[in-house]
């Protein structure tokens, strides 16, 4: 008795070809700027509808990560409307991002204004540019 088996294209692409996380949480509608300003790194995340009890920063490890979860509605409050259209939901979302530099998270400081999140990290000592005296003879 001859045996088949069924062949699967997709068993031949690397191991984490499909692994798709970072790139579908970058399409995500929570856009998110990182860049360097003098001694600091800005962390940038735009959050409408969100409030500021409803986003928790957080960095481990050389990474930042900003998690909003906005409250529900209560369900009472909603069986007393009489929906034509209902499209704004509440979510929830998650960003993380590797920082390019190593910071000092314990002086880290945020603010949150118009739906913005602002993170700004200082650089730790080793990751600052120095200064090298040259002598000239």
Known sequence: ??????????????????????????????????????????????????????VDV????????VVGNAQQEKEEEDKKRKYYRKEISKSSFTRSCVLPVDVVPDKANANFEDGVLTITLPKSEEAKPKKIKVDVS
Do not use: C, H
Request: glycine share 8%; hydrophobic share 40%.
């Open 58 to 65: 957080s960095v481990e490890s050389g990474k930042v990560t």
């Open 1 to 54: 008795m001859r045996r088949l088996s069924v062949w699967n294209p997709w068993g031949m692409l690397p191991k984490g070809f499909l692994d798709l996380d970072e790139e579908w949480e970058a399409m995500s509608d929570i856009e998110m700027d990182v860049y360097e300003e003098g001694d600091q790194v800005v962390v940038k995340v735009k959050a409408p509808g969100f409030k500021k009890d409803e």
